[in-house]
């Protein structure tokens, strides 16, 4: 099969285990591929949606295969000849580091290693030493992350086997297909600029509410020679616009929240299984409740239940997406951690979720608010008024909620992420201990 030539004018992304950076010009990926910043394990995509293998980039992979042979060839000669492992430069060695895109160094293993544990380098970074064709990810270098092994320990390469085992066996090939299929389509990126557009949408909702919901009361307030209704009104009008600035505000700081507390998962296995969850839950509530508006005839209970399969579909696109969440699923996540990952894990998607809960409930709410109010207006019917007014005031009652939640989100977000940064800190003592005298327990 041909591969189909690169389009030199597009911009390119890269996607490095679950970590975007781009775009780049064509010319800039050559210059990668030079630097062995850019190699065919890496996947690559125009749009940030569909997304290919690097390798198939012709112009960047596609040429040279007679040299990757004699390099492939040499390197079984060398294999052949040795232990049978890739030789690693010693680890005294010069090492060098990206950080804010120029290339750092050198500095000894040792020191490399206690910037890793401390978080200053990820595993997805670029690592290079004499002894390596390329730069290479830093979760590539072995003992990098993790301690050194102990005799009588199972050899790493067994423990990944057995993972893996336990992995393949538990996973179901249809479910998988369902959340990779959400992942790659609802992206982080994809998720920000919706929480960015429904928290605007959920503004303008809150106007058109302001405007509809007292001219109602108004109306009725007239028709019914009410002085105290037409008081509610006007109460209406203000309280509504209180809200809508309150939860925008508050919509806006959570995410500022989110953005300034990191936690770690060993993996990814409880998002997955969060997400699948939440889709379930999501599919359940909205079916039971439009059964229920079809049974009674009372289609108000329909506002709810897109509300629930709108709102627990996105949660779940958020639990697929960690690095939204601010969450990092390192291998050597301790279990103190997991648990502090998890209960921070929930606290996220409460936070992530306030925005669009406000933006979708706003829509809606306001969309019933209305109709229910032609309704009334437009029939003379004592039973189809009874229903507009049941339409009206469940989507003002809903409107007033949704405006609150993300208020109420943060508050409760704030005071329990006291006791878990408390708990992170006591986790993250060995860690600094090993800053301090290293890993072998000398000073550093």
């Known amino acids: 099969m041909v591969k189909k030539a690169a389009n030199e004018n597009d911009r390119y992304y890269i996607r490095i285990r679950g970590k975007i950076t781009?775009?780049?010009?064509?010319?800039?990926?050559?210059?990668?591929?030079?630097?062995?910043r850019l190699n065919q394990t890496f996947e690559v995509s125009t749009d940030r949606r569909s997304w290919k293998s690097a390798k198939s980039l012709k112009g960047i992979f596609g040429e040279g295969r007679e040299k990757q042979a004699q390099v492939k060839s040499a390197d079984s000669t060398e294999k052949s000849s040795g232990d049978g492992n890739r030789s690693m430069p010693a680890e005294s060695d010069g090492w060098y580091y990206e950080e804010?895109?120029?290339?750092?160094?050198?500095?000894p293993f040792d020191e490399l290693r206690r910037m890793a544990r401390s978080g200053q380098i990820q595993r997805e970074?670029?690592?290079?030493?004499?002894?390596?064709?390329?730069?290479?990810?830093?979760?590539?270098?072995?003992?990098?992350?993790?301690?050194?092994?102990?005799?009588?320990?199972?050899?790493?390469?067994?423990?990944?086997?057995?993972?893996?085992?336990?992995?393949d066996a538990s996973s179901g090939i249809l479910w998988t297909a369902i959340l990779n299929g959400i992942r790659q389509r609802?992206?982080?990126?994809?998720?920000?600029?919706?929480?960015?557009?429904?928290?605007?949408?959920g503004g303008f909702a809150m106007i058109g509410a302001m405007v509809v919901a007292p001219l109602f009361m108004a109306y009725v307030a007239v028709k019914q020679d009410s002085i105290r209704l037409l008081l509610i009104a006007g109460g209406a009008f203000l309280g509504l616009g209180v809200l809508k600035y309150l939860a925008q505000r508050m919509a806006a700081a959570v995410h500022h929240l989110v953005r300034s507390s990191p936690s770690?998962?060993?993996?990814?296995?409880?998002?997955?299984?969060a997400a699948l969850l939440f889709l379930s839950i999501g599919v359940a509530l909205a079916t039971g409740l439009t059964l229920f508006a079809i049974q009674s005839d009372d289609f108000s209970y329909i506002v709810p239940a897109l509300q629930a399969l709108i709102a627990f579909g996105y949660a779940a696109c958020i639990a697929l997406q960690p690095e939204w969440l601010n969450i990092q699923c390192?291998?050597?996540?301790?279990?103190?951690?997991?648990?502090?990952?998890?209960?921070?894990?929930?606290?996220?998607?409460?936070?992530?979720?306030?925005?669009?809960n406000f933006g979708v409930g706003a829509i809606l709410s306001t969309a019933g608010i209305t109709i229910g109010a032609i309704l009334f207006l437009v029939t003379d019917d004592a039973g189809t008024q009874f229903t507009a007014l049941s339409l009206a005031m469940i989507s003002g009652g809903m409107l007033v909620a949704v405006a609150l939640f993300p208020l109420l989100a943060y508050l409760t977000s704030a005071l329990l992420f006291i006791p878990l940064d408390v708990v992170n800190s006591v986790l993250e003592i060995p860690r600094k201990l090993d800053q301090i005298t290293g890993p072998d327990g000398s000073e550093g």
């Open 100 to 107: 804010g895109g120029q290339q750092t160094g050198p500095v």
């Open 330 to 356: 390192p291998s050597d996540a301790s279990g103190g951690e997991e648990g502090v990952g998890v209960l921070s894990f929930l606290l996220k998607v409460l936070l992530r979720f306030a925005a669009v």
């Open 186 to 201: 609802f992206t982080s990126d994809f998720l920000e600029e919706t929480a960015t557009a429904f928290m605007r949408w």
């Open 264 to 273: 770690r998962l060993a993996s990814s296995a409880f998002l997955d299984s």
């Open 22 to 36: 781009g775009p780049f010009a064509f010319e800039q990926l050559k210059a990668l591929r030079k630097q062995g």
């Open 125 to 167: 970074d670029f690592v290079w030493s004499k002894g390596f064709d390329e730069w290479l990810p830093a979760a590539d270098v072995p003992r990098l992350f993790t301690k050194e092994k102990r005799p009588g320990h199972s050899s790493s390469k067994a423990s990944s086997n057995v993972q893996q085992g336990f992995k």
